[in-house]
């Protein structure tokens, strides 16, 4: 009997898994997958005899103590690259000559990643390696493991040989680069970079933690069924055995047809939470593809073509500091406006002061920038020139631009920190998270009406917001009575979120959104949280131990328990309410655009997550509704092209039950 769950749960949570990270359909809730998972190694600890290498649990494994060179058995070439159409015309002019009759081509986004190769044996994943010099790579099979969109076993029983492209999405690229800054930690120049470094982590688990994925792009098959006669067909049979492939490809009858592809997505490409660099394009017929054959480093029967490249040159002007709510003190790079990607940038990051003088930045110099993962500009290096030398060499600061109180470092950091923990600019930062979006969501409220609350001593910490009352707004500049109404609404309306967005809100160091999910996911208050031990709460999955000491030092500091202790006798709720959770919409994905009326967009995802449904920024074939409030954007009319349900507000509420 035993053997019999363990085989079951292996299959269901395999195939839940597919779902959720190839198909982006998920099935079942996080919170059922998890006890699911839960017990599932539960008994594999228990009788070890039964564990297998598709096991979801051996995702996860130990500590390398380095990673071995692997030769591979079919060499990675190299692509050779083109730069406009007319280039690409001459190219698909050679391969024409070779090659008797019509030469379809198949357009794939160039994906900018990590190549790598997976081999599978009776149809389960045996190795991974790097792609190296295309000859010999480095074996880095465990930490693949930990990549949710590579199968462990496939489908079908074959034997094949696979090559695709691991990458992390720039949305976990920004929030790893985020936390790393906070915590005084290596910046990522790139998503590529960082899908790399997380690669090569000698220790999986911690592989494990970074939001990677993978696109297949290609196959080499040794034994299967009917074995496919073009690439296309190649790609839709990859796509069958389980591998997660990229849905923006084209077959196109001829170049123009490639042509017009680039051209698409040449700007496109930015809407995507991936990044791209090019487009590849391969003759789609196997068989002229043997015929054409190689050149020394790169195949004859296909070529890249790479979007031009987006970095300009400005001048530097100067050079500011910010003091964020941890304390730490940020430069950023004050610029003469420019161009870039679509957008005027005026500013850009520095990161930290390493930074600064790893770049050697003056202020006067010209500079180098790019929008890395093409969102965040960024200094990427000084343009060298006489005057560079001539300039004087950045210092450091030594005192707060803010308060002037001491900086100082912390140990294993390269961050410098405002010492004064009453700091206005940490202060007035914490004030802000308190009321964003992915804390406490309060609407009205932003940078300035902060600004003029804290200069009139009307609010120091998150718990004096609470004791404001419509006349405090009315002491603002511009504000009138309807707007001051609606700043002590949406004050109040606050009390009721949930206690994961509350922890959230606290600005407890290393704790974000989803730490505070884990959090209220494993203990069932607040309370439980404050007397948990440190070992408790470094037992929990995603935690570990330094955000442990943090949360646990949090929660015995006098000033934040009596700070606790007034948000209770104001009528917050701490229970977690995660035992209310149910199953109704497990399964549903929901994109949402436009004004809701009845709630905020941020309330109706927590709703739809409360049902066990899922929420998306884009709309996909894999959407199972669209919620259209007033002026909806362009999501709407995504969604009537792909045939997505599309629900008005009424039908929202009737689905969840409120109307």
Known sequence: MIKERIDFLKEALNKYSYNYYVLDNPLISDFEYDNLYKELEALEQNNPEYISPDSPTQRVGGISSSFEEHKHKYRLYSLDNTYNAEELRKWYERVQKECTGKVELVCELKIDGLAIALTYKNGYFETGVTRGDGITGENITQNLKTVKAVPLKLFEDADIEVRGEIYMPKSSFEKLNEENIENGEKVFANPRNAAAGSLRQIDSSITAKRDLSMFTYTAIIERAGEKPQTHWDSIQYIKKLGFKTNPHIRLVDDIEGAIQFCKDWETKRFDLDYATDGVVIKVNRLDYQNELGFTSRAPKWATAFKFPPEEISTELKDIELGVGKTGAVTPVA???????????????????????????????????????????????????????????????PCECPICHSALTTREGEVNLYC????????????????????????????PSVIEQLFNLGLVKNPLDFYKLSPEDFLKLDLVKEKSANNMYTSIQESKHKPVSRFITALSIRHVGKETAELLVNELSSLD??????????????????????????YFHNEENLKMLEGFASIGFNFENNIQNKTTELAGKTFVLTGTLTSMTRDEAGEKIKQKGGKTSSSVSKNTSFVIAGANPGSKLDKAEKLGVIILNEEEFLNMLGEN
């Not at 007397?531 to 943090?550: F, H, M, Y």
């Open 419 to 446: 010492s004064n923990e009453q700091c206005p600019s940490i202060l007035k930062a914490k004030l802000e998270y308190w009321v964003s979006k992915e804390a406490m969501d309060m609407d009205f409220i932003g």
């Open 334 to 396: 004050v610029l003469e406006p420019v161009n870039l990607a679509g957008s005027t940038v005026s500013r850009a990051s520095l990161h930290n002061f390493d930074e600064i003088k790893r770049l050697d930045v003056r202020i006067g110099d010209r500079v180098l920038i790019k929008k890395a993962a093409e969102i965040i500009p960024k200094v990427i290096k000084v343009i060298d020139s006489e005057q560079h030398y001539s300039l004087p060499e950045y210092t450091p």
């Open 528 to 553: 439980e949280i404050k007397n948990a031990s440190v070992e408790t709460l470094a037992n929990i999955e995603g935690i570990g131990e330094k955000i442990a000491q943090s949360i646990y030092y």
